[in-house]
Nanobody
Framework: VQLQASGGGLVQTGGSLRLSCSASGRTGSRYNMGWFRQAPGKEREFVAGVSWSGGAGTYYADSVTGRFTISRDNAKNTVYLQMNSLKPEDTAVYYC????????????WGQGTQVTVGT
């Protein structure tokens, strides 16, 4: 499975961005999908995840709950991360990931997209 992330950029505090991650290859399997991020000098951390069926099967890191929303369109093999009320501490490289047995230990990673939140 190949994952291609896009949608990053520079935004001011309080602004919004929408990240997309398109999957190709063996997309017939029921992968759980998610987003991680890595800020400079810090370890990569989990941000949000969504189960194969989507809907209520979503989960978030405490730091983004209420501000970020993850969703997926299985017909398009794409997962989205809508990020609202962005803060400078959200600045990081964001990676999408896919896993058959949950997304917290992914089987596949995308290449990352930079999100920078200015003050």
């Amino acid at each position: 499975v190949q994952l291609q992330a896009s949608g990053g950029g520079l935004v001011q505090t309080g602004g919004s961005l929408r990240l997309s991650c398109s999957a190709s290859g063996r997309t017939g399997s029921r992968y759980n999908m998610g987003w991680f991020r890595q800020a400079p000098g810090k370890e990569r951390e989990f941000v949000a995840g969504v189960s194969w069926s989507g809907g209520a099967g979503t989960y978030y890191a405490d730091s983004v709950t209420g501000r970020f929303t993850i969703s997926r369109d299985n017909a398009k093999n794409t997962v989205y991360l809508q990020m609202n009320s962005l803060k400078p501490e959200d600045t990081a490289v964001y990676y999408c990931a896919a896993g058959l047995n949950g997304v917290l230990v992914p089987d596949y990673w995308g290449q990352g997209t930079q999100v920078t939140v200015g003050t």
